[in-house]
């Protein structure tokens, strides 16, 4: 079955700035490309940090809290961060974090995993020698949410489906708004476990409804305990 990667998705076009790059210029290059966020660069072009909208407008966020705002600039991380990028004139002093990088063949997945996991909108893309090749940012992996039911019922049938159950027409698959109902009956209750699971990482899958039967239970049983 195949799995979307990074290549499939990405930007190639990447727009991005050097370390040394002043505010205006940044700006300039964010609001006249219209992108959210841009990679800094080293002289070699590998990926040190990045720099978002809101790094940026950290030059005026310093300056409209209160007493409570003030607080929340010495005792929180991000209020830390804003306060040393509102007196950053350069991408280097501006970037809020080291940037975290995908490689072009991994996963759709692991790319939404990072972005989690990092707490982060966008993902360099960089090849064997860590130079930029592309950009993904968090609209390229959601825009498969928006693939046609009907594509997305054909894939499930011909990527899954045909490819595991020997007689097919016993699964019925219909899918709503990304949401995936299999129904019907399967030869074995790991069968049914396979089609769920790789139904789910079918692009535009949102959840999958598992209503499947099975005429042969081939789990393992769990051990009980010894007393």
């Known amino acids: 079955m195949n799995t979307r990667l990074v290549r499939e998705v990405m930007t190639k076009d990447v727009v991005s700035v050097r370390t040394y790059t002043p505010f205006r210029l940044i700006t300039s290059a964010m609001l006249s490309n219209d992108v959210g966020a841009v990679p800094v660069l080293d002289a070699l072009g590998h990926p040190v940090g990045m720099v978002s909208r809101t790094d940026l407008l950290a030059k005026r966020a310093h300056l409209g809290h209160g007493p409570l705002g003030a607080v929340w600039e010495k005792l929180s991380t991000r209020g830390r961060r804003t306060t040393a990028a509102s007196h950053g004139a350069t991408a280097a002093r501006l970037m809020s974090h080291r940037a975290v990088t995908v490689a072009p063949d991994d996963t759709v997945f692991h790319a939404a995993y990072l972005m989690r996991r990092h707490d982060v909108s966008h993902l360099p893309v960089v090849d064997?020698?860590?130079?930029?090749?592309?950009?993904?940012?968090?609209?390229?992996?959601?825009g498969e949410f928006l693939r046609d039911d009907a594509l997305v019922r054909?894939?499930?049938?011909?990527?899954?489906?045909?490819?595991?159950?020997e007689q097919p027409g016993e699964v019925e698959v219909t899918v709503e708004r990304g949401m995936v109902t299999l129904a019907g009956e399967v030869p074995s209750a790991s069968d049914a476990a396979y089609v769920a699971e790789r139904t789910r990482r079918i692009p535009g899958v949102v959840d999958v409804m598992d209503l499947l039967r099975w005429t042969t239970d081939d789990r393992k049983p769990q051990a009980g305990p010894l007393f």
């Open 128 to 142: 064997t020698r860590g130079v930029v090749v592309g950009i993904v940012s968090r609209g390229d992996l959601l």
């Open 154 to 165: 054909e894939d499930v049938l011909s990527q899954v489906v045909r490819h595991r159950i």
